[in-house]
């Protein structure tokens, strides 16, 4: 998930079930997980962490890894590895990112160009194994805008050689 505008951090990313709520956030319910920009877990409308991760705003991309055979949904923050060219940090532009979703990396490599992951570990465990789970992002403030990208386990894990 891109966040186009997260000003305060208060964009939800999780999952939820086809039953979860509309009305709520995503973890506002018992049918939803979700954590939010200032580093909260939420699920069944309980906080059930405070200090997960980073906090995430305009620019960040976080990933959000749904493990269906153990039941667990982890995150991270992708992060490009090559140093800036003017010197500055700041958000990937949309050619960026599109090109950095090919091949990203767990770890960095200590100045080699391309994405890594910043992995935040397990959020949630115990997540049903009967039921479709949906990616799901909860946009709070007016002009809030994020954008949702797939990237495959192949893509993730390469293809094994060196």
Known sequence: VKLDKCERGHVF?????ARASVKTYVGGDKNGWGLIGTQALWHDRNKIRGDYGAPF????VVIATLDTNAGTLSFGLWKDASPPSDGASGPLSPSQGMSLMSSPRKTSSHGA???VIE???VAFEGLPLDVKLYPAVGLYQRDDRA???????????GSGKS
């Open 13 to 17: 990313v999780g999952v939820t079930t």
């Open 57 to 60: 705003r305009t620019g960040a």
């Open 119 to 121: 992995d935040w570990g």
């Open 147 to 157: 954008s949702l990208y797939t990237v495959s386990n192949s893509d993730l894990l």
């Open 113 to 115: 160009g391309g994405a």
